[in-house]
Structures are given as structure tokens and as C-alpha cells.
Nanobody, 112 residues
């Protein structure tokens, strides 16, 4: 049973930065993508970024390009989402995703 646990959310001012972490447990296979989605109040969940496990190949939604970076520490079974130049519209619950598995989410709030 794969389990994903996010951390690192919080409240920041516009222009600020945060790094989210997602710890993976129960992993017994390879060759997959793992990534981040987000859901703002009243909106649908949307794709943010993903990376191929052990491939180094990453993909980003337009909302993330140039501001967010996804990275992985394979020996720690952890992925990260480094977010810079945060905007109020980035306010959302951020979820780690691997196939059918989802984390519980971590809240990011950007405001003055």
C-alpha cells in the first residue's frame, strides 16, 4: 500500500517562497510519474508538475513554469516542490499524487 505524506505548507506574502515535501512509503515498483496537484476553494483540482521516478524527466503546467521546480531525492523516497514568486492565486491545498494514490494535502496561503 503506497502512502504519500505532504508537508511544508504555510502562509506567505506575495512574492514569497515555500518548498513542499512529499514522503513516499510502501513503494514496491518503479517506472512511474509522481507529482503535484492543487485545489483552490470552489475550483477543480488542477495539475501542477510531475517527475518520472529515477528518470529525471519533469513536466510542468503553464501556471508553474518559471516559478516552481519539482525535484526528487530517491534515497529518501521524497519529492519536493519549490515554489517562488508566489501569488495570491497560488492559494490552494496542494496534493501529492502517484497514480491512484493521493496524499492528504497541505495548505498554501498567499496573501498580505
Amino acid at each position: 500500500q503506497v502512502q504519500l505524506e505532504e508537508s511544508g505548507g504555510g502562509s506567505v506574502h506575495p512574492g514569497g517562497f515555500l518548498t513542499l515535501s512529499c514522503k513516499i512509503s510502501g513503494l514496491t515498483f518503479n517506472g512511474f510519474y509522481i507529482g503535484w496537484f492543487r485545489q483552490a476553494p470552489g475550483k477543480e483540482r488542477e495539475f501542477v508538475a510531475r517527475t518520472g521516478w529515477n528518470s529525471g524527466r519533469s513536466e510542468y503546467a503553464d501556471l508553474a513554469k518559471g516559478r516552481f521546480t519539482i525535484a526528487a531525492e530517491y534515497d529518501k523516497y521524497t519529492i519536493y516542490l519549490a515554489m517562488t514568486n508566489l501569488k495570491p492565486e497560488d492559494t490552494a491545498v496542494y496534493y501529492c499524487n502517484l497514480g491512484q494514490w493521493w496524499g492528504q494535502g497541505t495548505q498554501v496561503t498567499v496573501g498580505s
